[in-house]
């Protein structure tokens, strides 16, 4: 029984060799994250009109496993650089905004402790980094 099929038929890249493979799962995790985070921020943003918990329950939830998805964006994309850049990291401005979109969820956290609306207007105010993102990738 194949778990993804997608990566034993697929060719691989003349030029990454079986390196190209981590793209089937580095690209979905990137845009599981991404869509987790839009979805977090249109929770908080009900929150804030509507006040009810439930909201921010969802928001609370779903930023643990986006962070989750963060970190193995993060990870999957070190071990496609390596062997084509020659290092994990390099400081270009997708894996950097790629970093402060993973520090959105500590912040959030932080800032959770003082009051529940701040912290649901810094996770839409995070929503800039998303357009950053999406624009540093074209």
């Known amino acids: 029984m194949a778990i993804c099929p997608s990566i034993w038929v697929a060719?691989?890249?003349?030029?990454?060799?079986?390196?190209?493979?981590?793209?089937?799962?580095?690209?979905?995790?990137t845009r599981m994250s991404l869509?987790?985070?839009i979805t977090m921020a249109i929770s908080n943003v009900l929150f804030l009109l509507t006040k009810h918990p439930?909201?921010?329950?969802?928001?609370?939830t779903s930023a643990k496993i986006r962070a989750l998805f963060t970190l193995f964006t993060l990870i999957t994309g070190g071990?496609?650089?390596?062997?084509m850049w020659g290092t994990f990291w390099v400081?270009?401005?997708r894996l950097t905004?790629?970093?402060?979109?993973?520090?959105?969820?500590p912040g959030a956290l932080c800032s959770q402790e003082f009051?529940?609306?701040?912290?649901?207007?810094?996770?839409?105010?995070g929503l800039i980094n998303i357009l950053i993102i999406k624009f540093s990738i074209n």
């Open 97 to 105: 905004s790629i970093l402060i979109f993973l520090f959105i969820y």
């Open 35 to 37: 869509l987790i985070y």
């Open 115 to 125: 009051s529940t609306d701040i912290t649901s207007i810094f996770i839409c105010v």
């Open 79 to 83: 071990f496609w650089g390596k062997p």
């Open 91 to 93: 400081w270009d401005a």
């Open 54 to 60: 439930l909201f921010q329950l969802f928001s609370e």
């Open 11 to 29: 060719l691989f890249d003349f030029q990454q060799g079986e390196n190209s493979y981590i793209i089937y799962v580095h690209v979905p995790a």
